[in-house]
T-cell receptor, first 115, second 111 residues
Framework: GAGVSQTPSNKVTEKGKYVELRCDPI?????LYWYRQSLGQGPEFLIY????????DSGLPNDRFFAVRPEGSVSTLKIQRTERGDSAVYLC?????????????FGPGTRLTVT | QKEVEQDPGPLSVPEGAIVSLNCTYS??????FMWYRQYSRKGPELLMY????GNKEDGRFTAQVDKSSKYISLFIRDSQPSDSATYLC???????????FGEGTQLTVNP
């Protein structure tokens, strides 16, 4: 079946602009996660959704970052007033449930470049 | 100190070699131990995982966990050029949500 998909695959934006990154999880997966990966590093956790609600947003670096999942499927990560330090690959993952959070399946990522 | 430590390499081996990749961790609450493979400019791909201590084998891959020493290993037998990728260990605690990734080890298998 279809895996996790993310759009756009690449996004270049100017410092100070607003961006939205989209994630389509595997059908039927109730748990959804966002991570950020900088060059040469492992992914770092941002936020976890169980259904429509953010169950753990402790990884969001500051209040410029926000994510939603209004219908419990597609999720959007929103970044306001982008900074050059936000440049990274943003990865989305989904798992069948929170209890099976060890089985996280990742999308290809969105490569964000802030100029 | 990071919760999960992994030697970033790079590691270069000839085709057919046995490869050993390792991580150490500090959080005793970790119960599941995942290994992901990540090709260049792709998302991480779940290779295999083990629960608690012990070994698990899947084809040419063997994952090993020693909770007493907080040591995680992945062995690759008869390595192939197609195994060239970055390998990430990622433990998980059942009461939590996030995977905690190591830095990743970059492996190159030379034909």
């Amino acid at each position: 079946g279809a895996g996790v998909s993310q759009t756009p695959s690449n996004k270049v934006t100017e410092k100070g602009k607003y961006v939205e990154l989209r994630c389509d999880p595997i059908s039927g997966h109730t748990a959804l996660y966002w991570y950020r990966q900088s060059l040469g590093q492992g992914p770092e956790f941002l936020i976890y959704f169980q259904g429509t609600g953010a169950a753990d947003d402790s990884g969001l670096p500051n209040d410029r970052f926000f994510a939603v999942r209004p219908e419990g499927s597609v999720s959007t990560l929103k970044i306001q007033r982008t900074e050059r330090g936000d440049s990274a690959v943003y990865l989305c993952a989904s798992s069948p449930s929170g209890v099976r959070g060890h089985e996280q399946y990742f999308g290809p990522g969105t490569r964000l470049t802030v100029t | 100190q990071k919760e999960v430590e992994q030697d970033p390499g790079p590691l270069s081996v000839p085709e057919g070699a046995i490869v050993s990749l390792n991580c150490t961790y500090s959080n005793s609450a970790f119960q599941y131990f995942m290994w992901y493979r990540q090709y260049s400019r792709k998302g991480p791909e779940l290779l295999m995982y083990t629960y608690s201590s012990g070994n698990k084998e899947d084809g040419r891959f063997t994952a090993q966990v020693d909770k007493s020493s907080k040591y995680i290993s992945l062995f690759i037998r008869d390595s192939q050029p197609s195994d060239s990728a970055t390998y990430l260990c990622a433990p998980w605690e059942t009461s939590g949500s996030r995977l905690t990734f190591g830095e990743g080890t970059q492996l190159t298998v030379n034909p």
